[in-house]
């Protein structure tokens, strides 16, 4: 396969060595000098030899993913190299890169939108010399192909946790997938973790620094952290380590490369190459403010092992020491090179320091002023992000409020309910809501039966019950069945609480003002809190309208009413329900979220100061079927079980308080296939003011490259 791509040329490096020889008189130890000095002169220029050629293949691993950006901006050029890559040989040409082989050693479908490709880079330097040096590097693409919008906005990203102000897991955190699908942990903050007992997590992200204390049942693409990466009691795999500053792994952890701007400790493991730039230059090492230091070795140091690790290659841009028996194939040090009490293993070594040799090692090392090239390790970025319930009231079909003392309820967008702003109502309710009262309702079983009053209607004024409630239609309906006709549902108590406990709740999306607390009941609803938002361990369950549907859906013994028909509300929302069909998009596709809370002063624009925002904490204790959002902070404990991807944004002054999961928590990304048409677990679309989304019909999107990781064979 030939790809018409034109990197800048490399200009090899060639060294001719001559020894001119000054007659048969030089005796024969003159002889074995002059043999000792062009071997000393030749293992320096192969050394020269061999960083350049690991130059070369660097920039042809680069000059390839370039290429790749090329290929994945439109359809056209995609599929015929998707073809190409499947069907042809594996030897590849391109042109401008000389003394380059390129091998395609794998290509495979990871995903129906994803694609993993693996080339094989040898490069040589100084060819045809006896100094001449070959390096073969494997690198791993992946590539995201070309694709058409539907008109819902960006495809959503893999990060099924993101959190500000860092993140405990304190108790068992279980990730479950469909086969194929991995995704990611960002935090903006320090992240602690002791163990993961299930799949699904490739990759860690942090902007402070990460702490992995414990097992894990599957392996890690990566674990990237703005300080240090600590990873120890476990027996697992991180085949990409990133620090900006220190990294130390122990106990059967292993990897495939590491990278630290400052020094790697490692005990035990297998490994593949390990990189330390060693603060240098002074300052590259660097941590976020007020991330946890973890890893106590300086950062000025560069590489030190303890018992027994195996490791493919080190490159440290100061000090190597050996603390222990360790198998090892090339070491580069600019400073000194260490050995205490062990029998390292090594196929060559260099210093640029000096050699401490222990006399029962007896190895060998050569000394050379050739630097360490390095890159170092970039940091971690979260994008910041706001949310504002009050921005949502647009959208809401029920909001609950206290205006003069009293319960008042918005009903706007219901099919089978004049919204509470329609001239046909009186101004009170026009400007402030429905009256939220017990009413006096006829029983459909007991028609001579004329005193029955049924809390939790919506009604056109504050009169005690009487008839004239369903006679003159005082009374509109009825928003929620709670235990007993004499409770509401929701209910709201003087700590400005409002509780809905009891059997369910009119679906659609209701909003209130203040904290709420859904205990007992099954629910189909996206809830909106403009303070803070608590899912007690009462029974029940919460299920957002995209994941219920048209007809409701049963799972896991708890059935959901469906949206637009059920036997329990004659009324359904419009946006969601119009033509007798379903709309998931509705609003924006916010049906595809159960929970959001927090917000910032009515009529604030862009957000507000972190002093004037309310609530925003979300606290989960059992089954969430759908996408949740804080404002502020998430906490688990219980049973949670969280159907969707968790978010928090920290826009409070939060102090120490960060994110928790404790006990037990499971995040379940495995949507059933009758479900996947309707419901996205990361919320299809970012909620803006208005709750619209981006992205036209019919829109090319161009794909995406990403060098996963790189390794020499």
Not at 66 to 94: C, K, N
Not at 316 to 339: C, M, P, T, Y
Not at 544 to 562: F, W
Not at 588 to 595: E, R, T, V
Request: one cysteine or more.
């Amino acid at each position: 396969m030939s790809f018409p791509f034109s990197a800048k040329n490399q200009q090899g490096i060639a060294t001719i060595l001559t020894v001119v020889l000054l007659g048969l008189s030089l005796a024969s130890a003159t002889l074995v000098g002059v043999s000792h000095l062009r071997s000393s002169q030749e293992l320096s220029t192969s050394l020269h030899a061999q960083t350049m050629a690991q130059k070369r293949a660097w920039l042809a691993a680069d000059a390839f993913g370039e290429y790749l950006e090329q290929v994945i901006q439109t359809h056209g050029d995609w599929q015929a190299f998707d073809e190409a890559a499947r069907t042809q040989p594996g030897s590849l040409s391109m042109a401008g890169l000389d003394d380059i082989a390129l091998r395609l050693a794998g290509y495979e479908e990871t995903s129906p939108s994803a694609r993993s490709l693996t080339l094989h880079i040898t490069a040589t330097a100084a060819q045809g010399s006896r100094a001449a040096a070959t390096t073969t590097l494997e690198t791993v693409y992946q590539i995201t192909p070309p694709g058409l919008t539907e008109g819902e906005g960006p495809q959503p990203d893999r990060r099924v946790i993101q959190f500000r102000d860092g993140l405990n897991i304190s108790g068992d955190l279980r990730v479950l997938t469909l086969p194929g699908e991995r995704y990611q942990i960002t935090v903006d903050g320090d992240v602690n973790l002791g163990g993961l007992s299930a799949g699904g997590i490739d990759a860690i992200r942090s902007t402070r620094s990460i702490r992995f204390v414990g097992g894990s049942s599957t392996d890690f693409l990566e674990m990237h952290a703005n300080c240090d990466v600590q990873v120890s009691n476990g027996s697992f795999t991180v085949e990409n380590v990133k620090a900006t500053r220190n990294a130390c792994l122990a106990n059967t952890i292993n990897s495939q490369s590491i990278i630290a701007n400052g020094s790697v400790e490692v005990t035990g493991g297998v490994h593949g190459d390990i990189r330390a730039l060693a603060n240098t230059p002074t300052g590259v090492a660097q941590c976020a403010t007020g991330a946890a230091q973890l890893c106590s070795i300086p950062s000025s140091f560069g590489v030190r092992t303890y018992p027994s690790p195996r490791i493919a290659n080190i490159y440290s841009k100061n000090h190597v020491e050996f603390n222990s028996s360790v198998s090892v194939g090339r070491v580069q040090a600019e400073g000194d090179l260490l050995i205490n009490k062990c029998s390292p293993e090594w196929s060559t070594a260099t210093y640029g320091g000096s050699f401490t040799n222990n006399s029962s090692c007896r190895r060998s090392a050569t000394k050379t002023s050739q630097p360490v090239l390095l890159d170092p390790v970039p940091p971690v970025e979260v994008e910041p992000e706001t949310f504002d319930a009050n921005r949502l009231r647009d959208i809401a079909n029920y909001i609950y409020s206290i205006r003069n003392g009293e319960v008042r309820v918005e009903i706007q967008g219901v099919d089978g309910i004049r919204d509470s702003a329609e001239e046909l109502n009186p101004l009170d309710v026009r400007r402030n809501g429905y009256y939220f009262r017990s009413a006096n309702i006829i029983d459909p079983a007991n028609p001579g039966w004329t005193s029955r009053t049924v809390a939790g209607y919506a009604c056109i004024n504050n009169n005690a019950p009487s008839r004239r409630d369903e006679t003159d239609s005082h009374c509109v309906a009825r928003l929620g069945h709670s235990h007993n006709n004499t409770t509401p549902l929701p209910q709201f108590s003087r700590n400005n609480v409002w509780s809905f406990n009891g059997d369910s709740h009119a679906p659609g999306i209701v909003l209130v003002d203040g904290d709420m607390e859904i205990g007992s009941g099954t629910y189909t609803n996206t809830f909106i809190a403009t303070g803070n938002l608590h899912v007690n361990t009462a029974g029940g369950a919460v299920f957002a309208p995209n994941y219920a549907g048209r007809d409701g859906v049963t799972v896991e013994g708890h059935t959901a009413l469906g949206v637009c028909n059920n036997p329990v509300y004659a009324f359904r929302p419009t946006e969601f329900c119009e033509d007798g069909g379903y709309d998931h998009r509705a609003y924006g596709a916010i049906g595809n979220f159960a929970l959001l809370a927090g917000s910032c002063p009515s009529g604030s624009q862009g957000g507000c100061a972190s002093s004037l925002y309310s609530g925003g904490d979300i606290r989960v204790e059992k089954a969430v079927f759908g996408a949740t959002k804080a404002g502020n902070l998430f906490s688990s404990s219980g049973n949670a079980r969280l159907y969707g991807y968790v978010s928090s944004l920290a826009q409070r002054n939060n102090g120490t308080t960060i994110n928790m999961m404790g006990a037990s928590t499971t995040i379940n990304l495995q949507v059933p296939v009758e479900l996947q048409q309707r419901y996205d677990p990361a919320g299809g679309t970012v909620i803006n003011e208005v709750g619209g989304t981006s992205g036209a019909p019919g829109e090319a999107t161009p794909g995406a490259v990403e060098l996963r990781w790189g390794r020499y064979l």
